[in-house]
Nanobody
Framework: QLQASGGGLVQAGGSLRLSCAAS????????IGWFRQAPGKQRELVAR????????NYADSVKGRFTISRDNAKTTVYLQMNSLKPVDTAVYYC?????????WGQGTQVTVSS
């Protein structure tokens, strides 16, 4: 399973660090993504990191502001979010994917006030 945490209320320009702790599967065998879903909108990919952490990719809307990383020893993935904007307000979900299947975390709410 995946357990996301670290969300909250922050003012525009502020920072948050999300964490996603994994258990019950071979963490380093899975690519990990952070997704978000704002009210009335589709879930979208925010950032993704490969199994060994060697490659990352980001949505254009967060490039230069968000950083995804992982610690395979701690079976945890992080999303550092800087220079937050009100449009970043959403529920953030982590996802683990491989040829074996996929897991979703329960989501953590991020609210950015203007």
């Amino acid at each position: 399973q995946l357990q996301a945490s670290g969300g909250g209320l922050v003012q525009a320009g502020g920072s948050l660090r999300l964490s996603c702790a994994a258990s019950g599967f071979t963490f380093d065998g899975y690519h990990i993504g952070w997704f978000r879903q704002a009210p009335g909108k589709q879930r979208e990919l925010v950032a993704r990191i490969t199994r060994d952490g060697g490659s990352t990719n980001y949505a254009d809307s967060v490039k230069g502001r968000f950083t995804i990383s992982r610690d395979n020893a701690k079976t945890t993935v992080y999303l550092q979010m800087n220079s937050l904007k009100p449009v970043d307000t959403a529920v953030y979900y982590c996802n683990a994917a491989s040829w074996r299947g996929a897991y979703w975390g329960q989501g953590t709410q991020v609210t950015v006030s203007s």
